[in-house]
């Protein structure tokens, strides 16, 4: 055998091997980079939530979960919508002025809402994460003022908020409930997480 020869063959074999590692390399690599992207349950996640709230009756509540959080629906009676006008003197940010959880500029009235029967709140206490109890009924109760309009009650550190979801003065939490972007659909249907129409 020549030397030519003997360097072809070991020129081929190089060449051959070469490209093995190379498709070997892009079969492992494949599956990492898509490892990068985000899964489907990530994905709906982040994804703006539909609700019917046709069933939804005067002063009762439910809760959806967006982006891992509870999103509580309320529909005020008109007692309940005139109650707020009650306490706006106890509020530590009645007018929804403070920045740490921007409210939309739908949502800066008195009642932080489109239609002012119903609230769209984010259910999390912005002290210390801790998720509020409904206290609707009004009056003197355990943990709360004799002259209660209704509301809620974080039971971890006694923050009240209105049921507008305004935190009253004096309390721990530093801020009202965050109102998420939202906007109506339909007028029974929703759409929490986004408020701009494509």
């Known amino acids: 055998m020549s030397e030519t020869s003997v360097d072809a063959s070991k020129r081929t074999w190089l060449i051959a091997s070469t490209c093995a590692g190379a498709v070997g390399g892009v079969a492992v690599a494949v599956p990492f980079v898509s490892t990068f992207q985000p899964s489907e349950k990530a994905k709906a996640a982040g994804a703006a939530v539909e609700v019917d709230i046709s069933a939804l009756k005067p002063g009762e509540k439910i809760t959806v979960e967006w982006r891992g959080k509870p999103v509580w629906i309320v529909r005020r009676t008109p007692e309940q919508l005139e109650s707020l006008k009650k306490t706006e003197g106890q509020l530590a940010d009645p007018n929804s002025d403070r920045k740490a959880y921007p409210t939309p500029d739908y949502a800066k009235n008195p009642h932080r809402s489109i239609k002012p029967e119903i609230l769209v709140a984010v259910g999390i206490c912005s002290h210390l994460g801790c998720s509020p109890s409904d206290k609707f009924q009004t009056g003197a109760q355990p943990s ?3 002259d209660w309009q209704g509301g809620f009650l974080c039971p971890c ?3 009240t908020f209105d049921l507008a979801g305004r935190v009253f003065k004096n309390k721990p939490a530093p801020d ?5 972007p939202h906007m109506y659909l339909s007028d029974t249907k929703l759409l929490i997480g986004e408020d701009k129409k494509a």
């Open 144 to 146: 709360l003022p004799d």
């Open 157 to 159: 550190h006694g923050s």
């Open 176 to 180: 009202n409930l965050e109102v998420p």
